[in-house]
C-alpha cells in the first residue's frame, strides 16, 4: 500500500497501556546504593583525553569514577629480524599495575589474565594486514584501581590506538555489569 505524498509514514509503537509485562525493578532495588555512594542509575562520572604522552606514537588517559588508566602505544615499528615473515602485523598488550594502584600489596595475577584480554579486545578491530612485517605495542598501567579495570583499560587502548593513526575497523568501548545478589525464582 503506497502512502500518499506528504503523508506522515506510519511508525510502529508498542502498546504501554495496560500492558500486562511485569516491571524489570523493584522499588526495593532502587533504595540500594553502591560502595562508592551512587544510587542505583548512575553511572561514573567519566573524563577521555588523547596525546597524554608525548613520546609515544599514540596515547589516552581515562578516568571512569575512582579507576585511573593511561595507555600508550609504540608502532607500528619494525619486527625483531629473528621474527618470521608475516603478512600480518604483530601486537603487543601489557597491562600492569601501580604500586600504589590498589590496596593489596604487589601486581597480583590480574595483569597477566588482562593482558591477554585486552589483546582478544583490541585484535579484533584493528586492521592488521595494512602493517606486515611490522608491531604495535600497547602499553597500560592502572594508575588507581577503583573497579572495572579492563573495561577502563580497554576502551582507553582502542582510543590511544586511534590517537596513534593505527588503521580500525572501529573504535570498541567496554563496560563491566554486576547482577545484584537475588534469588532466581521460576515464573
Known amino acids: 500500500m503506497a502512502a500518499k505524498p506528504g503523508a506522515a509514514t506510519p511508525t510502529y509503537s508498542p502498546k504501554l497501556v495496560g500492558s500486562s509485562r511485569l516491571p524489570i525493578f523493584k522499588d526495593s532495588d532502587l533504595d540500594w546504593s553502591r560502595p562508592d555512594g551512587r544510587g542505583f542509575h548512575q553511572c561514573r562520572p567519566a573524563l577521555l583525553q588523547t596525546g597524554a604522552v608525548s613520546s609515544a606514537s599514540g596515547s589516552a588517559y581515562a578516568e571512569f569514577g575512582n579507576t585511573k588508566v593511561i595507555v600508550s602505544v609504540f608502532g607500528p615499528r619494525e619486527s625483531k629480524k629473528a621474527m618470521v615473515f608475516s603478512d600480518v602485523g604483530r601486537l603487543n598488550c601489557n597491562v600492569s599495575y601501580t604500586t600504589f594502584a590498589s590496596p593489596t600489596i604487589g601486581q597480583g595475577t590480574d595483569h597477566k589474565e588482562y593482558s591477554s584480554m585486552l589483546h582478544k ?31 577502563v583499560v580497554i576502551s582507553c587502548a582502542s582510543l590511544a590506538l586511534a590517537d596513534a593513526g593505527i588503521m580500525m575497523y572501529d573504535l570498541i568501548t567496554a563496560v563491566s555489569v554486576k547482577r545484584k545478589d537475588v534469588k532466581m525464582e521460576a515464573l
Open 121 to 151: 579486545a583490541l585484535e579484533g578491530v584493528i586492521m592488521m594486514e595494512t602493517f606486515p612485517k611490522t608491531t604495535v605495542d600497547v602499553f597500560a598501567l592502572v594508575l588507581e584501581s577503583g573497579g572495572s579495570d579492563l573495561s
